[in-house]
């Protein structure tokens, strides 16, 4: 029944913009967690952003400071706005929302089906 919906992704010349959104709905429990990963061709799927339910927020070392993620909780919505991009960040952008469920008590992972960015002159 949880959905998420991602939007944003395209292609983007280097040192260009693009911004991420990924909204969760359905009868999704107490979010405890909404962020970002990637997989490019041939390679693992890697933590790009995360952010937590009290604000704490987490980046990928080859992100840092061209990326910023924030989120909506009143939308369960968390967005990604990537500046500076690169080549390397050609990828498709994963969305992942972790959750809190309390009858019965458990933490459940969900993910979205991806978006691509492509960064190419």
């Known amino acids: 029944q949880v959905q998420l919906v991602e939007s944003g992704g395209g292609l983007v010349q280097p040192g260009g913009s693009l911004r991420l959104s990924c909204a969760a709905s359905?009868?999704?429990?107490?979010?405890?967690?909404m962020g970002w990963y990637r997989q490019a061709p041939g390679k693992q799927r890697d933590l790009v952003a995360t952010?937590?339910?009290?604000?704490?927020?987490r980046y990928a070392d080859s992100v840092k400071g061209r990326f910023t993620i924030s989120r909506d909780n009143a939308k369960n919505t968390v967005y990604l706005q990537m500046i500076s991009l690169k080549p390397e960040d050609t990828a498709v952008y994963y969305c992942?929302?972790?959750?809190?469920?309390?009858?019965?008590?458990?933490?459940?992972?969900?993910w979205g089906q991806g978006t691509q960015v492509t960064v190419s002159s």
């Open positions: 992942n929302t972790r959750s809190l469920e309390l009858i019965p008590m458990s933490v459940r992972d969900y």
């Open positions: 359905g009868s999704i429990g107490n979010i405890l967690l």
């Open positions: 952010i937590t339910n009290v604000g704490a927020i």
